[in-house]
């Protein structure tokens, strides 16, 4: 079966933009997670969602937000974005209990 | 919130060595995986330990989890270059759904 797919795979962007990436997990998982990994703060947690609501949220700024919608696909966005946004960020999707699926991640770079 | 932390961060060996790297946490968990990351992509799950095993095998992984000290460690046997990775730990603790990751192990096998 499909991995979880994220797009786009590479992405550059200007400060003060805003940007939206989009995750499709595995057909039948429900709980869709978002990580930012950066070389100097490593993996950290954004946000996970379980049937279209967020079920958990990381310590990260309000410029940092997503959705799932109802066929599980999740997109997360972020407004104004600055230098320190740039990242590789990556998702994840899960059935209780057994493990995460990633997807490849978006390698966002700011500029 | 708990982190997994790794030791060492760094590993050369030869092929054909076994490689072993440790993680700690700091707060009680369900359950706690490794992942492992090839050159800047996605994580790929290799292996959940839960909170009452003490012991797990997946090919030529073994990972080791002591509940009392806090700490787990993953061996991988027989290296081969194609395990050059960063592999990770990450506790998900009290049904958050949430991982927490360490900072990571870098291993390079010579061929």
């Known amino acids: 079966k499909a991995g979880v797919t994220q797009t786009p795979r590479y992405l550059i962007k200007t400060r003060g933009q805003q940007v939206t990436l989009s995750c499709s997990p595995i057909?039948?998982?429900?709980?869709v997670s978002w990580y930012q990994q950066t070389p100097g703060q490593g993996l950290q947690f954004l946000f996970e969602?379980?049937?279209?609501?967020?079920?958990n949220k990381g310590n990260f700024p309000g410029r940092f937000s997503g959705r799932q919608f109802s066929n599980s696909r999740s997109e997360m966005n972020v407004s104004t974005l600055e230098l320190g946004d740039s990242a590789l960020y990556l998702c994840a999707s899960s059935l209780l209990d057994h493990g995460y699926t990633f997807g490849s991640g978006t390698r966002l770079t700011v500029v | 919130s708990q982190q997994g932390e790794e030791d060492p961060q760094a590993l050369s060996i030869q092929e054909g060595e076994n490689a072993t790297m440790n993680c700690s946490y700091k707060t009680s968990i369900n359950n706690l995986q490794w992942y492992r990351q090839n050159s800047g992509r996605g994580l790929v799950h290799l292996i959940l330990?839960?909170?009452?095993?003490r012991e797990k095998h997946s090919g030529r992984l073994r990972v080791t989890l002591d509940t009392s000290k806090k700490s787990s460690s993953l061996l991988i046997t027989a290296s081969r270059a194609a395990d050059t990775a960063s592999y990770f730990c990450a506790t998900d603790a009290g049904g958050n759904n949430r991982l927490a990751f360490g900072k990571g192990n870098q291993v390079v096998v010579i061929p």
């Open positions: 330990i839960r909170s009452n095993e």
């Open positions: 969602y379980f049937s279209e609501t967020q079920r």
């Open positions: 057909s039948g998982h429900r709980s």
